[in-house]
């Protein structure tokens, strides 16, 4: 550290860090009642239906009397972390490719095609 006569050290230069950083709280943004209680009421239609995306949301909110576009259904599905679950496309694919591991440790390749040939 290099001495200085008679100046104070800085928290920039004693920590690396600014002091903006330090101070700055960062405000915590919180949901209405209303966006409370619809989250619960989300959060009771996933538990039963987890594959329901946020369009299928936004339909069983119409069915149940609550006027709402799909826009706020899907922040407040983002918001809580929910996803719909269905199947991903070509899972099946990977237990069909062919697997040559086990064939490359029989023994040392010695020329072209070699493993093909196997």
Not at 21 to 36: D, F, G, L, M, Q
Not at 69 to 85: D, E, H, S, T
């Amino acid at each position: 550290m290099v001495e200085r006569d008679n100046a104070a050290i800085t928290v920039k230069e004693l920590l690396g860090v600014h002091r903006t950083s330090v101070y700055h709280r960062a405000k915590e943004k919180r949901e209405s009642e209303e966006n409370v209680k619809l989250m619960h009421r989300m959060d009771e239609l996933y538990m039963k239906h987890p594959y329901f995306g946020y369009r299928r949301m936004t339909r069983a909110f119409h069915d149940q009397g609550h006027e709402m576009n799909r826009k706020p259904v899907r922040r407040l599905m983002q918001v809580m972390g929910l996803k719909a679950i269905y199947p991903k496309p070509n899972l099946s694919k990977r237990l069909h490719a062919p697997l040559y591991a086990p064939l490359l440790a029989l023994g040392c390749i010695e020329h072209p095609n070699h493993v093909w040939g196997l």
